[in-house]
């Protein structure tokens, strides 16, 4: 009997912790967000044949509509921008300033509330609407027009007013580099200006150089020329190493080899080193190279030849080893964002994209992969692709990677539909596994974004958009610089916040860039951007156009 009841209670017991194990996991309620701010609403939004249903008083009253119910005519009226609506319950119809328009679901009520579609109110009231995941937790934002954040930043600064329209390209070259030595405490930025002479010539119209300011004296100090570049494709990468002398890779394109020079002195950037050419004896020499320093002063460098993602290094002391060839395309084009960042574990993390071009490569017939690789060997060696990114994600556009303080790699890339870019990616690896969250920016475009984690884990992107459908992403009225800040809200969910750049120009050219976090050169309660404005250019290769590049400084 005892041997009996002992086993009637294990059977008992096992069922009871089986039926916890079973229990459904509640599903997190949907946040709505208005013009940045959490409403606080009686009745959540629900989900219904994959239409996002919304309590309408509850909506609109915390909007600052006025609401009348209509109990004779049993239907709801809001006034709000303008614009009235009537919803006869029990229809399918409503009423927008007295004109008849059909809706995609019948009026009704639930649990007490009137509910209609999300996209009702994008149609007719004027709103920007949109849904989205962060992790399973669905987020609904509504913005009255023109609605954004503004963060404030440091005053412009002008550095050049005869910079090519790609001085700033491209987002995946690090650029900027900050160093503090004996006290002085300096940035520097490299970029490429033009002389703006006609015919264009190949290593001679346009040049490289670095302007380097002080933040002591908060002047610029020196304005360096560094070499000419063959065309407007090759703009430079810069890094620093634990000695502080600065690297930096320019001129490529094509098949005209990179050049790479070191400063002279420690965080000064007016005496160079000779001009090394790297060339890498296959078809295409690297174009779009990023350089890194680890932290045993071995220098990094990874570049596309055109369907080939390439990596070089130099040891300490040492010369220049053979190229290595991280992958060759299964498609068609490597394209220019090959990216790059080295951990504090010395770890080499690449992410290269993979294209096929069925059309114009800026449009929804790019076909684009993105894979990943990672050395443990300070380069002699790198893992098997890892697919990061495809066609079942949606059509991909234009990439940036950084690591956190914790070697785990991020990447940005921006949606496209329609041919429209239309919100930015965070993917990133938590440790266990890869995650995926979109970010909206309240714009209709997004062309550029770029990625930088601080020394704290904080992330950081920056990216250009405008309020124009335009595949190109140049020069427009309304471009404008919007930064996304996110900190972690556990081990692995972040909290996103977007803001406009205030005080950044209008006409915003192409590729802003962002001061990156390397083994360096920490990121620490500031950072510096860098921007191009001016005119837009149709011959992209041989620009003459002399546009204006500007720095500003972000504390946080």
């Not at 007016?270 to 078809?283: A, F, H, P, V």
């Not at 950081?460 to 459908?469: G, K, M, R, Y």
């Not at 610089?481 to 916040?497: C, G, H, Q, T, W």
Request: with cysteine; charged share 20%.
């Amino acid at each position: 009997m005892n041997s009996f009841r002992k086993r009637l209670l294990i059977v008992m017991l096992s069922m009871l912790i089986l039926s916890y194990i079973n229990l459904p996991v509640e599903a997190k309620e949907p946040q709505v967000i208005f013009n940045g701010h959490v409403l606080i609403l009686e009745m959540q939004p629900i989900v219904e044949d994959d239409l996002v249903l919304v309590p309408f008083r509850d909506i609109f009253t915390a909007m600052g509509a006025n609401i009348n119910y209509d109990s004779k005519e049993n239907c709801v009226l809001a006034i709000f921008n303008g614009v009235s609506v009537k919803l006869p319950i029990g229809t399918s119809v409503a009423y927008v300033n007295d004109m008849l328009v059909n809706n995609s679901v019948s009026n009704r009520i639930i649990r007490g509330r009137t509910i209609i579609p999300l996209d009702f109110i994008s149609k007719y009231f004027g709103l920007t609407v949109w849904v989205t995941k962060n992790n399973e937790e669905l987020l609904i934002y509504i913005n009255t027009p023109g609605f954004y954040n503004e963060i404030s930043c440091g005053i412009p600064i002008l550095i050049s007013d005869i910079a090519t329209n790609r001085s700033t390209a491209y987002t995946m070259s690090n650029k900027i580099v900050t160093c503090e030595l004996g006290g002085v405490r300096k940035t520097h930025f490299a970029y490429s200006k033009n002389d703006g002479t006609e015919p264009y010539q190949e290593y001679k119209s346009i040049s490289t150089w670095i302007a380097t300011y002080n933040n002591v004296t908060r002047k610029i100090e020196s304005d360096t020329f560094i070499g000419y570049q063959f065309d407007n494709h090759g703009s430079p990468a810069l890094t620093i190493d634990k000695d502080g002398y600065l690297h930096i890779a320019y001129g490529p394109h094509g098949n005209a080899p990179l050049q790479y020079r070191r400063s002279l002195r420690p965080n000064d950037s007016t005496g160079w080193s000779e001009i090394e050419y790297i060339s890498t004896n296959l078809d295409y020499e690297i174009t779009y190279p990023i350089i890194k320093v680890d932290g045993e002063n071995n220098i990094h460098i990874v570049g596309s030849c055109y369907n080939k993602a390439v990596y070089i290094k130099k040891e300490t002391g040492g010369r220049w080893s053979q190229v290595r060839i991280i992958n060759s395309t299964t498609k068609e084009y490597s394209r220019y964002h090959v990216c790059m960042d080295i951990d504090r574990n010395n770890n080499i993390h690449i992410l290269v994209p993979d294209l096929r071009f069925d059309g114009d490569p800026d449009d929804d017939t790019a076909d684009m992969d993105l894979y990943y690789y990672k050395s443990g060997d300070r380069g002699e060696s790198f893992s098997k692709a890892l697919r990061v990114w495809g066609n079942k994600d949606g059509r991909g556009y234009y990439n940036t990677l950084a690591v956190d303080e914790q070697g785990n790699p991020h990447f940005t890339i921006i949606r496209r539909q329609s041919g429209k870019e239309k919100n930015i990616w965070h993917v990133y690896y938590d440790s266990k596994t890869w995650r995926k969250n979109a970010i909206q920016i309240p714009a209709k475009s997004i062309f550029e974004a770029k990625i930088m984690i601080d020394n704290k884990g904080k992330l950081f992107i920056i990216a250009q958009v405008s309020d124009e459908f335009k595949n190109s992403g140049w020069n427009h009225v309304s471009n404008q610089l919007f930064l996304v800040s996110a900190e972690k809200r556990n081990p692995v969910n972040y909290d996103y916040e977007v803001d406009r750049v205030v005080g950044s120009d209008p006409n915003v050219v192409w590729l802003p860039t962002i001061e990156e976090n390397q083994q360096h050169s920490e990121i620490k309660n500031s950072f510096w951007l860098m921007y191009n404005v001016g005119k837009e250019e149709a011959v992209p290769c041989a620009n003459l156009k002399q546009n204006k590049n500007y720095i500003m400084q972000i504390n946080y």
